[in-house]
């Protein structure tokens, strides 16, 4: 799933439900000494810090809360690098200005847009460029993009909210993993000093909601693989909870309630493959995974 980060932004009435991303309104931040990073984000910070800068920091102007996260372009070595933000891993090579994304945050969900609010400083031309997608990784596929999309913000003295539009390239597909790539200025042409401030962001889908930073409610399954029936346990008390069994291309097969805590499912007359399921309770998912019939 490596990818330049250059290749990366040139690639570039239903019922939603919204929830927050881990660290939304930036107001927990990590210090790493000589920088602070914001948690559960990841930016160049400790290839940059190297050499004396940082492309990311802590803003005390903010949409909610106290902070913000503050980006800006610079200049390291002769090279205009925008300020990153990122949920997947970063790795930066100094010498030709490339970066490399790889994985993400583990989620089996189709994301319809991703919403925030954002301040712009641009230089010249410049715009900063928010790019979202997600993947599946199987091994008879290997990397397979379910959906991306990407925006470019221009500039905006005062907190002004944008949208960016995921466009499913495989549909009726289940991903399993979701990224966000957010950056002071665009691939091509970026300029030193443009500036983004960024806070307040939110995910939409139109099957749940989804708490990305709290743990998942434990769910024993078992066998698995199964070859005749696969039960799902939990110790945790759930009401009216929905437990949906989907194939491999996402269509769903059956709803189960989740009564006292439990549920099993024939599989005798599926098809040997894996499978996907998801826990609901009040259309909030607990937990999701896969199972493999044989």
Do not use: C
């Amino acid at each position: 799933m490596k990818k330049i980060f250059i290749l990366l932004f040139s690639l570039l009435s239903i019922s939603l439900f919204s929830q927050t991303l881990p660290n939304y309104d930036f107001e927990e931040w990590n210090n790493i000494i000589i920088y602070e990073e914001p948690a559960n984000w990841n930016t160049p910070n400790p290839f940059t810090s190297l050499l004396g800068t940082v492309t990311v920091n802590k803003s005390n102007d903010a949409y909610t809360g106290s902070h913000s996260a503050k980006l800006e372009t610079k200049n390291l070595m002769d090279i205009n690098l925008p300020g990153v933000m990122t949920l997947a891993d970063i790795n930066i090579n100094l010498l030709d200005s490339s970066y490399s994304v790889t994985g993400g945050f583990f989620l089996q969900e189709n994301i319809f847009k991703l919403t925030g609010w954002y301040k712009y400083e641009g230089v010249g031309e410049d715009m900063a460029s928010i790019l979202i997608y997600n993947f599946r990784n199987t091994e008879e596929t290997g990397y397979d993009t379910i959906g991306y999309g990407y925006g470019f913000l221009e500039n905006a003295s005062e907190w002004t909210q944008f949208t960016v539009y995921m466009q499913n390239i495989m549909h009726n597909a289940v991903p399993d993993t979701f990224n966000v790539v957010i950056a002071s200025s665009q691939a091509i042409g970026a300029q030193v000093g443009s500036t983004l401030w960024v806070d307040s962001l939110s995910i939409y889908t139109n099957t749940g909601i989804i708490d990305l930073w709290k743990p998942k409610t434990a769910l024993k399954v078992y066998p698995n693989p199964a070859i005749h029936n696969i039960s799902f346990e939990t110790e945790s008390r759930i009401n009216n909870g929905i437990l949906s069994i989907y194939n491999s291309i996402g269509e769903k097969i059956v709803d189960i309630p989740f009564a006292d805590n439990s549920a099993t499912f024939n599989v005798r007359d599926l098809t040997s493959g894996i499978y996907t399921y998801t826990l609901r309770e009040k259309n909030k998912i607990l937990n999701s995974g896969t199972f493999i019939k044989n």
